[in-house]
């Protein structure tokens, strides 16, 4: 690669712009010598991560349908959307993976311990009353 | 309190807090140089270990052997530390920073509060470097940012004790001192590359190497097949994602081996390594062309979509030119041609 042709394709917006995260590309200089450029990001990859985002999005919809239908309960939903998975949310929570399991129903969801709730919520870094709702 | 250091920004984060901390103790040494002398370089697809619920491609080696290995190579001694208690973890850190001494950390990236949204995934091998504490304030140098930041006591003991895959269980570093301290020589050179080599060429396992390559085309020609074309176009997003996302310097750190071939052939004078750079480098531009067209199946954009098997077809080549580079990079160490 080329230093002319090192990509500057910057998409995610940055929580702390100060940070300023940056790729560092290595490219080849006109005379042949490897010089570092600092790269915002190239469009591929962008469209890598927004796939599998959006791709989680989508099944994270199909699971809303559901828990308005009363099938599972919004720590379901919850889960998919943030890319949970059952062993990750037990092991961050310290309850057991049957649990979390069980709680994806309404039925238990329902009869949830208050601080059982808190520490899901933390876990997921989302605050108590979002995880109860769907919205 | 904050520890004068350095902040430098880098490609990928373990080879920068590695470079970043060795320059506290007055040792410069270039980022390739570093990835170079901790054979950084590598290659496995496998199917059996599960990222995200999809197969585990690396291009790198298991993480913290860069580091354990550019220290040993250069006689550095080191303290590595692993906790079950947060709290405690927190505490030897303070007491070390107090010491003057900055102290690289393994955290996860989940819930790191200045990552972009889009970059949080449950991924446990991130570095980064403390460098001093105010109030309840961390600051920390990572080297993926330009800048230096900061972050809560809170923030950074969640980080730390990230769940999931290889957890980093409050891992911490830091160098213990440079009294047998050896300057960089050829014998490490040549030492560090015949270890890629080996690591590249010799693991009698289809999944690693140069020859893992190949196999992940064998797997990708039935993708579709086996996990339906949704399932398959994931797959494929997670390779790129692993080749390409923020730290490995372009293509997979080809790039940048390219670029610690070159300044070691200045180094030792050995202008055939030059040669092999520019090689790899090619490799890289062929790896680039396969994200570009590889793409192409997340987002439809004009011309000639390729299918699963066109591209399974470049990732064999680029496997016979990878094999091709290190047997030659090996043949130049071990025969001298």
Avoid at chain 2, 19 to 33: A, W
């Amino acid at each position: 690669m080329k230093v002319k042709d090192v990509p500057q394709d910057d998409e995610f917006l940055q929580p702390d712009g100060d940070v300023l995260l940056r790729d560092r590309t290595y490219a080849l200089d006109d005379e042949g010598k490897y010089r570092e450029v600092p790269s915002a990001g190239w469009a591929p990859k962008n469209e890598a991560i927004k796939f599998s985002l959006s791709n989680k999005g989508e099944e994270a919809l199909e699971v809303r349908k559901d828990v308005l239908a009363g099938k599972y309960s919004p720590l379901m939903y919850h889960m998919i959307r943030l890319v949970m998975t059952t062993r990750i949310l037990a092991d961050y929570t310290g309850l057991s993976k049957r649990k979390i399991h069980k709680l994806c129903k309404p039925k238990h969801f329902a009869s949830i311990k208050s601080d059982e709730l808190f520490r899901i919520a933390d876990a997921m870094n989302i605050s108590v009353e979002e995880l109860t709702s769907i919205d | 309190m904050e520890i004068n250091f350095e902040h430098r920004h880098a490609a990928h984060c373990e080879n920068g807090v590695v470079r970043n901390l060795l320059n506290f103790y007055g040792i410069k040494l270039s980022e390739p140089m570093i990835l170079g002398l901790g054979s950084g370089i590598f290659f496995s697809h496998m199917p059996f270990y599960r990222l995200n619920g999809m197969a585990m491609t690396s291009f790198r080696p298991f993480p913290g052997s860069i580091f354990s290995r550019v220290t040993h190579a250069l006689g550095i001694e080191v303290q590595w530390h692993k906790f079950k208690d947060p709290d405690k973890a927190m505490a030897k850190l303070d007491e070390v920073l107090a010491q003057g001494t900055p102290v690289g950390l393994r955290v996860g990236v989940y819930h790191l509060a200045y990552f972009p949204k889009e970059y949080r995934m449950h991924f446990n091998a991130h570095n980064l470097c403390v460098i001093g504490k105010e109030g309840d304030e961390y600051i920390i140098s990572d080297p993926i940012g330009m800048n230096k930041n900061r972050l809560s006591a809170e923030n950074l003991k969640k980080v730390r004790f990230a769940k999931g895959n290889t957890p980093p269980e409050g891992r911490m570093y830091y160098i213990k001192s440079t009294e047998h301290y050896k300057p960089l020589n050829a014998h490490m050179l040549n030492r560090a590359v015949l270890k890629t080599c080996s690591d590249m060429l010799g693991i009698p396992f289809p999944m690693f190497g140069a020859k893992g390559i190949a196999y992940l085309a064998k797997r990708m020609r039935k993708w579709e097949r086996l996990y339906g074309e949704r399932g398959a176009a994931m797959n494929l997003a997670q390779v790129i994602r692993m080749l390409e996302e923020i730290g490995t310097g372009g293509a997979g750190f080809r790039f940048m081996y390219a670029a610690f071939l070159q300044e070691a052939s200045e180094f030792l004078n050995k202008p055939e390594w030059n040669q092999l750079s520019m090689e790899l480098t090619e490799v890289g531009d062929l790896w680039r062309d396969f994200s570009y067209h590889a793409a192409r199946f997340f987002k439809k954009r004009e011309g000639i979509i390729l299918s699963y098997d066109d591209i399974a077809d470049k990732l064999e080549i680029i496997s016979a030119r990878e094999t091709e580079v290190f047997r030659k990079l090996e043949n130049s160490v071990k025969r001298g041609y």
